[in-house]
T-cell receptor, first 112, second 118 residues
Framework: DAKTTQPNSMESNEEEPVHLPCNHS???????IHWYRQLPSQGPEYVIH???SNVNNRMASLAIAEDRKSSTLILHRATLRDAAVYYC?????????????FGKGTKLSVKP | KAGVTQTPRYLIKTRGQQVTLSCSPI?????VSWYQQTPGQGLQFLFE???????NKGNFPGRFSGRQFSNSRSEMNVSTLELGDSALYLC?????????????????FGPGTRLTVL
């Protein structure tokens, strides 16, 4: 399984953009990069995923480096509700059969 | 569409007892995965069921077991509870089993069952 490196914590001000980085240098060519987040006292919530090109949805954007060794989750305007732990997960379809392997994630704090 | 539901939400047991947790997936979803979350180990994959068959299993002892019914509802059982089994147990549902369609693979998590073992 690909190993990931994420900052333990990050801070942002409300209504400002947030860039959450993730390094996954051992990712294989077929691993999708998934991002989930976990709000306090809730189960994880899917945010976005992609393979090679950048992806956008109503929640966030995902920028994937050309060599795929890193990616960045972009929240365009952080709100207080975005305070959560964000997990970057290269989903391995060769070894662990695609089940989510969570790391420690990045705890995002949003200041009003 | 209703989300993933888990019952009970909170449970207190004593060492040596056994416990059964229940998970109802989103309507139409046929895969259910179970995870354990503790402050020390984080979120760890327990097992996945699809069409009543266990497809994959994480690195947990045999005291942890599960099953899935024909309506896709799933239960997990922990026998001979230990103090270290105190955790938040999460289930997640998806349309197909993990890896069936990587481009659309998304898991939807329930709120979890908080198990405390005394």
């Amino acid at each position: 399984d690909a190993k990931t490196t994420q900052p333990n914590s990050m801070e942002s001000n409300e209504e400002e953009p947030v860039h959450l980085p993730c390094n996954h240098s051992t990712i294989s060519g077929t691993d999708y990069i998934h991002w989930y987040r976990q709000l306090p006292s809730q189960g994880p919530e899917y945010v976005i995923h992609g393979l090679t090109s950048n992806v956008n949805n109503r929640m966030a954007s995902l920028a994937i480096a050309e060599d795929r060794k890193s990616s960045t989750l972009i929240l365009h305007r952080a709100t207080l509700r975005d305070a959560a732990v964000y997990y970057c997960i290269p989903q391995n379809y060769g070894g662990s059969q695609g089940n989510l392997i969570f790391g420690k994630g990045t705890k995002l704090s949003v200041k009003p | 569409k209703a989300g993933v539901t888990q019952t009970p939400r909170y449970l207190i047991k004593t060492r040596g007892q056994q416990v059964t947790l229940s998970c109802s997936p989103i309507s139409g979803h046929r895969s259910v995965s179970w995870y354990q979350q503790t402050p020390g180990q984080g979120l760890q994959f327990l097992f996945e069921y699809f069409s009543e068959t266990q497809r994959n299993k994480g690195n947990f002892p045999g005291r942890f077991s599960g099953r899935q019914f024909s309506n896709s509802r799933s239960e997990m059982n922990v026998s001979t509870l230990e103090l270290g089994d105190s955790a938040l147990y999460l289930c997640a549902s998806s349309l197909y089993f993990a890896g069936a369609n990587p481009s659309t693979d998304t898991q939807y998590f329930g709120p979890g069952t908080r198990l405390t073992v005394l």
